[in-house]
Structure formats: structure tokens, C-alpha cells
């Protein structure tokens, strides 16, 4: 099992910068992938940012410019910087990982998803 705690999330007017967090905890050997989805009320959840364990990142049309992915130091947590906020990004937004477990002695490995509960991002107008 891998665990990811979220944070960081809160009230912020239009135009503000919120900055979350995810730190991931369990039984993992590596990290394959961490990502920031979000859903809005009545709305389908999206991607919004991806970063890779090579450090390349991805972002939806809508947060290019605006929002960046980066992992921490210690390589177990992940960030979402979002600046110029606008009411549109209200929503929930939650941490996605891809964890690598080795099973036997050739290495083998088996993959993790993993969700956390999320964290609650409201740009007022």
C-alpha cells in the first residue's frame, strides 16, 4: 500500500497563488509518475499536471503558464505552484502516483496506483 497526504489547499482570491503538496508513504521501491488531477462540481476529474521520474512534465491547455509540477528533494513529494488563479480553477484536486514495487530476485516489479483523498482549491471572483 502507498499513501498520498495532500495539502496546501484553501480560499484564494482571483489572480492569488496556492502552492500544494503530496508526500507519498508505503512500501515502494521507485516512483514512476506523480500527477495533480482536479474535478470541479458536476464536472468529470482531469488531468492537470504530470511529471515523470525523468522530470518531464505535462499540462492541460488550460494551467500552461500558470501552474508547475515539480517533485522535493528527497524525490517522495510532489508540488503543484499555481499562480494567477482564476474562479475557474476552483475545484478539488487530487495527487495521482505510479509506484514500482520489486517482487523477486530478477527484478521483477509490479505497479502501484495510488490516490490521495484530495484538497479543496476555491478562487473566489
Known amino acids: 500500500q502507498v499513501q498520498l497526504i495532500e495539502s496546501g489547499g484553501g480560499l484564494v482570491r482571483t489572480g492569488g497563488s496556492l502552492t500544494l503538496s503530496c508526500t507519498a508513504s508505503?512500501?515502494?521501491?521507485?516512483?514512476?509518475?506523480m500527477a495533480w488531477y482536479r474535478q470541479a462540481p458536476g464536472k468529470e476529474r482531469e488531468l492537470v499536471a504530470h511529471?515523470?521520474?525523468?522530470?518531464?512534465?505535462d499540462y492541460a491547455d488550460s494551467v500552461k503558464g500558470r501552474f508547475t509540477i515539480f517533485r522535493g528533494n528527497a524525490g517522495n513529494t510532489v508540488y503543484l505552484q499555481m499562480n494567477s488563479l482564476k474562479p475557474e480553477d476552483t475545484a478539488v484536486y487530487f495527487c495521482?502516483?505510479?509506484?514500482?514495487?520489486?517482487?523477486?530476485?530478477?527484478?521483477?516489479?509490479?505497479?502501484?496506483?495510488?490516490w490521495g483523498s484530495g484538497t479543496l482549491v476555491t478562487v473566489s471572483a
Open positions: 495521482n502516483g505510479k509506484f514500482l514495487r520489486v517482487v523477486n530476485v530478477e527484478g521483477a516489479t509490479v505497479t502501484i496506483n495510488s
Open positions: 508505503g512500501k515502494f521501491d521507485s516512483i514512476d509518475a
Open positions: 511529471i515523470t521520474r525523468t522530470a518531464r512534465t
